[in-house]
């Protein structure tokens, strides 16, 4: 009688596990295929600078970002107090990863508590920005050597 049903128990098995292996390499799949991010018009939120994660204090109100806007070329952020603001070369930029670079950057002027992370640290990142990469939801940005220098990921509200 084991003779009679071991053959399709085997046959059986080998669907099963035949399954599982498809889901597998589809589920790798996916996430070899997930979509970038788009550098422009994102929100991009702060998460590490000089290779230290960053988090937010407790008395500040909003977190550290920026959103780069196609329409007009402009950047837009937070730094951790002040409100920033300035331009961007949107004609050199590419999908995935490229050059940029931004103009002098202007902010506003508010009084705030000292900080564990100073505001201009933040926004040195982007006066020695010259190049990015986006990996799927991060984005890095580089200065001419190379070197990372923040890494932030997009946000959707």
């Known amino acids: 009688m084991f003779k009679k049903y071991s053959g399709s ?9 035949s399954g599982c292996v498809s889901t597998k390499l589809a589920t790798d799949e996916t996430k070899a295929t997930a979509p970038l991010a788009n550098l422009t018009n ?4 702060l998460v590490q600078l000089d290779g230290t994660n960053v988090v937010m204090a407790p008395e500040q109100k909003y977190e550290r970002h920026f959103t780069l ?14 409100r920033f ?5 949107k ?7 490229g050059n940029l670079q931004f103009s002098a ?4 002027q508010m009084a705030c508590p000292d900080e564990k992370l100073n505001e201009q640290s ?16 991060s984005l890095a940005l580089f200065n001419q050597d ?12």
């Open 146 to 157: 190379g070197v990372e220098l923040a890494s932030f990921t997009a946000v959707y509200f």
């Open 69 to 82: 806007h196609s329409n007009d070329g402009r950047i837009t952020g937070f730094s951790g107090c002040n």
């Open 9 to 17: 128990f085997c046959l059986v098995l080998a669907l099963t596990l």
């Open 91 to 97: 004609k050199a930029i590419t999908v995935g990863s």
């Open 85 to 89: 603001f300035g331009q961007f070369n």
């Open 122 to 137: 933040v926004l040195n990142v982007f006066a020695n920005t010259t190049a990015y990469k986006i990996t799927a939801e």
């Open 105 to 108: 950057l202007g902010a506003t």
């Open 42 to 45: 994102t929100y991009w939120k």
